[in-house]
């Protein structure tokens, strides 16, 4: 009987043995998958971090210039200003928007929110350039531009999401 407990006495101590060496072990490889996932977000925030420098060497933060340009067309509209004035910045302009646009063609960015973002920007660049080339008579200008300022402005809007979005992720 003696006999019978102490084999018993040692398999349960053998298998308690197993099994703490076992939790042990899952205990290290959760703990290591804990680690290499803080790692891949470390990883992944440095990527967005390096691709909104990149995309601000581009394009600055603020949408002012296209406040700006509504503004332009305002006192068009209104006869404030000289029309070989205003084409003659209002393609300026435009040309800054397509060179704009040409960098970020040529920019390629490792993470989906700021390529996003790009895609945004450039479809806003694209649309107020549309904006741009309409302009023939300052006097007739408002009405034919309403759909692109509508669209402008929900593109902002969407630029200052996607933005805000990225940020928080940072």
């Known amino acids: 009987m003696q006999l019978i407990q102490k084999i018993f006495l ?3 101590i053998s298998f308690s043995t197993l099994v703490l060496t ?9 703990a290591s998958v804990g680690q290499e996932q803080s790692s891949k977000d470390q990883l992944y925030t440095d990527k967005l971090k390096t691709d909104l420098k990149n995309f601000d060497q581009i394009r600055p933060q603020n949408n002012q210039v296209f406040f700006d ?4 067309l ?6 404030q200003t000289s029309t070989i004035e ?3 910045e209002l393609q300026d302009f435009a040309d800054s928007l397509r060179n704009q646009n040409d960098k970020f063609k040529t920019q390629a960015f490792s993470t989906p929110e700021v390529a996003k973002l790009r895609n945004t920007i450039m479809q806003l660049n694209y649309d107020t350039i549309q904006i741009l080339d309409i302009i023939d008579n300052p006097n007739t200008v408002k ?12 593109l902002i809007h969407e630029y200052n999401k ?9």
Request: charged content about 40%; some cysteine.
């Open 10 to 12: 040692i398999m349960i």
């Open 143 to 154: 009405n034919r531009l309403t759909p692109y300022l509508k669209k402008q402005e929900r």
């Open 22 to 30: 076992g939790c042990k072990e899952t205990m290290d490889q959760i």
């Open 86 to 88: 205003l084409r003659k």
């Open 162 to 170: 996607l933005r805000t979005e990225i940020e928080s992720k940072i």
């Open 69 to 72: 340009l509504n503004d332009k």
């Open 74 to 79: 305002n006192k068009a509209t209104a006869k």
